[in-house]
């Protein structure tokens, strides 16, 4: 009984949170970031200041997790690809990040981030550090192990990360803030992942 009722408040703590940082994403988006405080957050997530605070004691706190959400919404780390089939370990990639920038929330924590940088310069270097970040620096890893394992020539694995998601975000998500009613297939946004991935394959594979 312990272990059930044990579950049933960890499920309970996880909805509120889920609660808090959707009524924060939103909040941020209408409001902006400083015209937004933690007791609106909680009126609006429907929980207490106490459940709140206990959670994210400061607003800032509250945009990292709000940022880690979004870039993690599984709440997981995957493992990396093994390396030796650079079409497959990209493949995989391609289709998380595609995944990741055709999410509507992440639409919104951009809008927020770029709004807001002018004012709140610290918020766009969370979401950097803290956000896109992890996820770069998994492709670079992957690329780097893929040249050390001599299945790709690949002399700088920013360079080549920063293509390759270049390549899929350019379509799947930019156009998203700026062309009314964008919202690609899951077979465009499929034909664009193995695009990018040939074309990465063509450039740096060894084999």
């Known amino acids: 009984m312990a272990t059930g009722t044990g579950t049933y408040h960890q499920q309970l703590a996880e909805q509120k949170r889920a609660a808090i940082i959707a009524?924060?994403?939103?909040?941020?988006?209408?409001?902006?970031?400083?015209?937004?405080?933690?007791?609106?957050?909680?009126?609006?997530?429907?929980?207490?200041?106490?459940?709140?605070?206990?959670?994210?004691?400061?607003?800032?706190?509250?945009?990292?997790?709000?940022?880690?959400?979004?870039?993690?919404?599984?709440g997981d780390e995957r493992p990396e690809p093994e390396s030796g089939d650079l079409a497959s370990g990209l493949a995989e990639y391609g289709r998380r990040y595609a995944a990741l920038m055709s999410r509507p929330e992440m639409v919104g924590l951009y809008r927020i981030v770029i709004a807001e940088m002018p004012r709140f310069p610290?918020?766009?270097?969370?979401?950097?550090?803290?956000?896109?970040?992890?996820?770069?620096?998994?492709?670079?890893?992957?690329?780097?192990?893929?040249?050390?394992?001599?299945?790709?020539?690949v002399e700088d694995p920013v360079a080549a990360t920063t293509q390759f998601m270049g390549m899929i975000s350019n379509f799947t998500f930019w156009p998203r803030l700026t062309?009314?009613?964008?919202?690609?297939?899951?077979?465009?946004?499929?034909?664009?992942?193995?695009?990018?991935?040939?074309?990465?394959?063509?450039?740096?594979?060894?084999?």
Not at 142 to 149: F, G, I, Q, R, T
């Open 23 to 74: 009524a924060a994403t939103s909040l941020f988006l209408v409001n902006g970031y400083a015209g937004t405080s933690l007791a609106r957050v909680a009126e609006a997530a429907e929980v207490s200041k106490a459940t709140l605070f206990k959670q994210f004691p400061t607003k800032a706190r509250l945009f990292e997790s709000m940022v880690k959400e979004h870039w993690n919404p599984d």
């Open 122 to 153: 610290d918020l766009a270097e969370t979401h950097f550090d803290v956000g896109k970040m992890p996820f770069f620096d998994s492709v670079r890893r992957y690329l780097a192990a893929e040249h050390n394992a001599g299945a790709a020539r």
């Open 179 to 207: 062309v009314v009613g964008w919202n690609p297939t899951d077979a465009e946004t499929a034909c664009v992942v193995d695009d990018a991935v040939a074309t990465m394959v063509a450039r740096y594979s060894t084999r």
